[in-house]
Every structure is written in structure tokens, then in C-alpha cells.
């Protein structure tokens, strides 16, 4: 007698394995959150003086912006991220 299988497959969608997700460091309130869960944004600055700007070499422009990692709690607030739908109709009432 064969065994028999669930009409469906599940599958984990944020890694190849579990167990294996790396936690990154919320770059505003320092909470270890997974990386899968975190936001990613970029802060820094640009260089509006055309003569500064020919000054530095090309290469050392990608040295200004930074990748940081946000939790959701702090993208919130921050206004990052919006809430998700069914939180927007609770507090809009609708």
C-alpha cells in the first residue's frame, strides 16, 4: 500500500534550507531581526559642487552611500514601508 501524499507541496520561500537565514542588525534601533524580515535602504549623500565632484576619482565615489538593514518596526515609524492592507482598513475603519 503505497503511502500518500498531501494534495500540496510546501516549499520554504526564503532560503534553500532552513535553519540557514543569517540575521542582519536594524541600523536605527540595533535589533537582530532575519535578513529575509529586514528592509534594505541606502543613506548617504551626493555631491552637488561640480568642481569637487571632478576632483575625486571615480572610484572612490561608491564610497559615500552605505546599505543599511531596517526592522519593521523602525520602517514603520520611519515611513518606509506602509502597514499591510488589513491593518490600513482597521484603523481606517472601512
Not at 501524499?5 to 540575521?23: F, I, L
Not at 576619482?57 to 515611513?79: D, E, L, Q, T
Request: glycine share 8%; with cysteine.
Amino acid at each position: 500500500m503505497p503511502i500518500s501524499t498531501a494534495p500540496y507541496t510546501r516549499s520554504y520561500e526564503h532560503s534553500r534550507k532552513r535553519g540557514s537565514e543569517g540575521t542582519v542588525t536594524c541600523g536605527f534601533c540595533g535589533r537582530k531581526v532575519p535578513r529575509w524580515k529586514a528592509f534594505t535602504q541606502f543613506k548617504g549623500f551626493r555631491i552637488s559642487d561640480p568642481s569637487l565632484r571632478k576632483e575625486i576619482k571615480s572610484y572612490n565615489i561608491h564610497m559615500f552611500s552605505r546599505k543599511i538593514y531596517v526592522c519593521p518596526s523602525c520602517a514603520r515609524f520611519r515611513g518606509i514601508v506602509q502597514p499591510g492592507k488589513s491593518v490600513r482598513k482597521k484603523h481606517l475603519n472601512i
